[in-house]
């Protein structure tokens, strides 16, 4: 991208900038009056106000819904000098958290380096060496997700603004980082409503093949070409962390279990039986090789190909500590209702399979229904259960997964921890 081009100016129609003066990054092709200057998507412009104030710089897309997302309010147009330090802010970031290595503070150069060893007391890395190093929106970079795997990187580019800096991003995340390899995952409907074709496949080094990573000293294969995400729920970590340590002695079930992360935990915290259930074929294969893998052999024969609801249906045991994450029930406004009433039959389903004083992990991933209104339906289930519950932590990702506060959007992982009597 020319680090000159002209800018194309967004104005909005009057009385819709309230969301961006509170600090929202979107601004939806409603709320806009007029488009001019405009050449191609991703097209970098200032946005302004009906009475002309300006508002913030970002980029635009006619063809998305999102019709401009913001970079920045008092910086400017995203730069490439500005791009840099977005990236190493949020490489800096993540090693304050004690992922990854902080490299030289001089420089803030911050490379992977090698693949964590869990033996080694001296690794700053606390035996984790996968979590997401760039959150989109979260780290002020729309449309650009970048998970580290061992020693190589996953990247998305989910907009048309940030595949107009396809070339740059790479020459600074290599320059950054160092990774062994670059895997690009840019396969999601968001890419296609942007105008932009499915992007997959490895842009530089070599994949390992199985590629393992390591989450708190456990053991799990990653699966970038076909997995979801970008082969692994890199979000759940801290609440998986959270499962092992309430796990001893428990009988637990884990719902919708894809590779086995919270099954492998929970067996890791000493739980007496883990049940791990998905309908894909695929995901049970691999929940199979990572129960194995962490010295659990015994529990991988104990994962099942079954449909959630068949398991939880009526005189079917019950658990100490139930996990239910499924995939997104809601991909819009317009399929919440559906949504609610699957969330509330499923957290009803669950309830009834506890034990007195049994543990309920329920989650939605679905960006479009709140915590609030999941939460409702969570307690309607509970009464349709006839099960008096205790909330004992709202959860959700972890510090790796930042969001801006007035953007809700970007607290798309909600969840609760539930106690029955």
């Known amino acids: 991208m020319s680090e000159r081009r002209r800018l194309a100016r967004v104005v909005l129609r009057e009385g819709r900038e309230g969301p961006l003066l509170d600090g929202h990054p979107w601004v939806y092709k409603g709320a806009v009056q007029r ?6 998507p991703g097209d970098p412009c200032e946005i302004v106000a009906a009475d002309g104030r300006r508002l913030g710089h970002g980029y635009c897309n006619p063809a998305s819904r999102i019709l401009a997302r913001v970079v920045g309010r008092r910086e400017g147009p995203l730069r490439p000098q500005l791009l840099r330090q977005r990236l190493a802010d949020a490489v800096r970031w993540r090693a304050e958290q004690g992922l990854g290595r902080p490299g030289d503070p001089q420089s803030g150069r911050a490379p992977l380096g090698e693949p964590v060893d869990p033996d080694d007391p001296d690794d700053p890395d606390g035996a984790t060496d996968a979590y997401r190093l760039v959150n989109s929106e979260g780290d002020r970079l729309p449309g650009l997700v970048v998970d580290r795997y061992g020693d190589g ?7 048309a603004g940030m ?7 790479l020459a600074i995340l290599g320059d950054l980082l160092a990774p062994a390899f670059v895997f690009e995952r840019s396969d999601t409907p968001g890419r296609q409503e942007e105008g932009l074709e499915t992007r997959t496949g490895l842009l530089a080094g070599e994949l390992p093949e199985p590629l393992v990573v390591r989450e708190l000293g456990l ?3 990653v699966d ?8 692994f729920y890199l979000d759940q970590r801290e609440n998986r962390l959270l499962a092992g340590l309430l796990a001893e002695g428990r009988r637990v079930l884990n719902a919708f279990c894809y590779t086995g992360a919270f099954s492998v935990h929970a067996l890791a915290g000493g739980a007496s039986e883990v049940i791990s259930v998905d309908t894909s074929h695929e995901a049970v294969r691999l929940a199979r090789e990572n129960l194995a893998r962490n010295g659990f052999a015994g529990a991988a024969d104990l994962v099942r190909r079954e449909d959630v609801f068949r398991t939880l249906r009526p005189g079917r045991q019950r658990y100490d500590l139930i996990v239910l994450d499924p995939p997104k029930f809601a991909r819009g406004r317009a399929e919440l209702e559906a949504a609610s009433r699957g969330y509330r039959e499923l957290n009803r389903l669950a309830l009834e399979h506890l034990a007195p004083g049994g543990l309920l992990f329920t989650f939605s991933c679905s ?15 509970a009464a349709e259960a006839g099960r008096e519950v205790q909330v004992l932590r709202r959860l959700g990702a972890g510090p790796d997964h930042p969001w ?8 798309y992982l909600k969840g609760l921890l539930l106690r029955v009597a």
């Not at 595949?163 to 991003?169: I, Y």
Request: net charge neutral.
């Open 404 to 411: 801006q506060l007035p953007h809700r959007e970007g607290e």
């Open 219 to 221: 053991q799990f294969a």
């Open 35 to 40: 488009l001019a200057g405009y050449e191609r």
């Open 153 to 159: 990187i996953c990247l998305q580019l989910l907009t």
């Open 224 to 231: 970038p070409v076909q997995g979801h995400k970008t082969g």
């Open 367 to 381: 960006q479009a229904m709140g915590i609030l209104p999941f939460q409702q339906q969570v307690q309607a289930a």
């Open 163 to 169: 595949e107009r800096w396809r070339e740059q991003l």
